[in-house]
């Protein structure tokens, strides 16, 4: 059985998305949907066995309106994954958006970086500056998006 019949078997159940070749295309009305879907489907890859080694990398970009990130093991990609901004969203400094996308794909992705040494690399340099100093040095709205990752073992990496 190809890559792709294997990934039609193992989500044959679940609604909301479509392979192409290796790949799923998750597609949903809302984001409140997309995410339900993105959810379900990692549950279950993750019982299935699919298993991370100790070098685990989350690359996360923000574009004017869009978040984009990949998770990767050892090199090899494991998914692309991208979200357009919502309407305020454009509307953040760019070292917010960046930021925020580190927080949005740690959230996706819970299940395989919560309790595991990841690295979480960003293009933005500027935010080596924030992240470096004492998070009450941060100003506010800063802070917040710091304070929600701070459940994870990241090491930033600009």
């Given amino acids: 059985m190809n890559s792709k019949g294997k990934l039609k078997k193992t989500f044959e159940d679940l609604e909301g998305f479509v392979v192409i070749v290796d790949n799923l295309l998750i597609y949903r009305a809302t984001i409140e949907e997309h995410d339900k879907c993105l959810l379900a489907i990692l549950e279950r890859a993750r019982l299935c066995g699919f298993r991370f080694n100790k070098s685990t990398d989350l690359t996360v970009d923000a574009l004017s309106h869009a978040l984009g990130?990949?998770?990767?093991?050892?090199?090899?990609?494991?998914?692309?994954?991208?979200?357009?901004?919502?309407?305020?969203?454009?509307?953040?400094?760019?070292?917010?958006?960046?930021?925020?996308?580190?927080?949005?794909?740690?959230?996706?992705?819970?299940?395989?970086?919560?309790?595991?040494?990841?690295?979480a690399k960003a293009d933005h340099k500027p935010l080596d500056n924030i992240v470096s100093k004492p998070l009450k040095k941060a100003p506010t709205r800063i802070q917040q998006i710091l304070l929600q990752i701070q459940p994870y073992d990241l090491t930033l990496i600009f």
């Fill in 69 to 119: 990130a990949y998770l990767s093991s050892n090199g090899n990609v494991i998914p692309y994954i991208s979200r357009s901004l919502n309407k305020t969203e454009p509307k953040y400094a760019q070292l917010e958006k960046e930021l925020y996308a580190i927080v949005f794909w740690c959230k996706q992705f819970y299940y395989y970086l919560y309790g595991r040494k990841v690295n």
